[in-house]
């Protein structure tokens, strides 16, 4: 269960942020100064694909070049995530990233969001939006389930997949002690969540009022006013919170589902390893769930004739955000072969 932070103050950033680059909100700079304007699309959405039944996708795609690629944001995290990659890999492919069912400009799917049900989500938004197979699927994080499960059941819409920082399906066997130090925090966080929600929902948070510290994310100095207001948007809507409450609660039935399906073994697949996945543990903390999550991945690459492990220094969790050429150039490495 990547994504755990220590402050319950950043449930918000937990839960659902596409923003931040750490645990830490962004320092203050001048507004005047630093504004990156080439981010206001992300303001609004951009292509709503739909699915039929009354919903649909936001879907953005930027760039030319075969084999395309998809993005798929870890959990709780919206199309946004994919900012600092999906300028680079515009350059050399087409690549599409998109917002989950219930997130970001996407309308909310049936609950619960488990890894299944968005992995069909995916295969539904590839032929409404009649996006050109076989794609390179890229997932961060729990997101990686998504991508793996679509492979194993759709292997021809597939040219090759990359890991971002994968979760981790051995962790429980390899590292119970991680496993149950990152379980109080989760209890500690979901209940954070649960309490923001029964705030949106009663417009508490719209208000302001007591309690709602924490459930919003604050005026971030290099965005437009348009696009923090947007975040703000999102921030109070029910349907965000039920929808990342959702995701969290689902990692018992990812992990049920993954271990079921086997990737065919023809599909390239490049697992990115974070060498800073655990730096906000407690350091006797972090020495145990570094050697599980390192072994975690190594076997995941190792479990596919075609599997390789890449070791990427210098990042946390959120790879897309401290290292994105490093994803750039493992799908590019994979589009070579």
């Known amino acids: 269960m990547h994504a755990i932070l220590p402050q319950r103050a950043l449930a918000v950033a937990l839960l659902a942020t596409a923003c931040t680059a750490s645990a830490a909100a962004p320092a203050p700079a001048p507004v005047a100064a630093t504004i990156d304007h080439t981010l206001d699309g992300y303001a609004s959405a951009a292509q709503r ?25 870890g959990q709780g995290m919206t199309s946004m995530s994919w900012r600092k990659v999906q300028p680079l890999l515009a350059t050399k492919r087409r690549v599409c990233s998109y917002d989950r069912a219930g997130l970001g400009f996407s309308d909310a799917g049936p609950m619960p969001r488990t890894a299944p049900a968005e992995a069909a989500d995916l295969h539904a938004l590839v032929q ?17 389930y998504i991508v793996r499960l679509y492979a194993a059941a759709h292997p021809d819409d597939v040219a090759g997949l990359v890991l971002v920082d994968p979760v981790a399906e051995t962790l429980a066997a390899d590292a119970p002690a991680v496993v149950a130090f990152e379980a109080k925090l989760g209890a500690e966080n979901n209940a954070f969540g649960q309490h923001c929600l029964e705030l949106a929902e009663r417009g508490d948070l719209a208000r302001g009022a ?3 510290d924490g459930c919003v994310h604050p005026r971030y100095p290099g965005f437009s006013d348009a696009l923090n207001a947007s975040i703000r948007q999102r921030d109070l809507d029910p349907t965000y919170w039920r929808t990342a409450l959702s995701e969290r609660a689902s990692d018992a039935a990812n992990i049920a589902a993954v271990k079921a399906a086997k990737l065919p073994p023809a599909i390239p697949l ?11 543990m407690p350091p006797e903390q972090r020495a ?17 004739p075609n599997g390789r492990l890449v070791p990427v220094a210098h990042s946390s969790h959120n790879m897309q955000e401290d290292q994105p050429q490093a994803i750039v150039d493992a799908v590019l490495a994979l589009g070579a072969r």
């Open 288 to 304: 145990l769930a570094d050697k599980a999550y390192h072994l975690a991945h190594a076997k995941l690459a190792s479990s596919t």
């Open 210 to 212: 007591a309690g709602s």
């Open 270 to 280: 490049v697992v990115l390893d974070a060498d800073g996945t655990n730096d906000w």
């Open 128 to 144: 409404a939006a009649k996006l050109p197979t076989p794609l390179v699927l890229v997932g961060h994080s729990m997101a990686s």
């Open 49 to 73: 694909v739909d699915l039929g039944g009354g919903r649909s996708l936001n879907l953005r795609c930027t760039g030319s070049g075969a084999p395309t690629v998809l993005l798929d944001a």
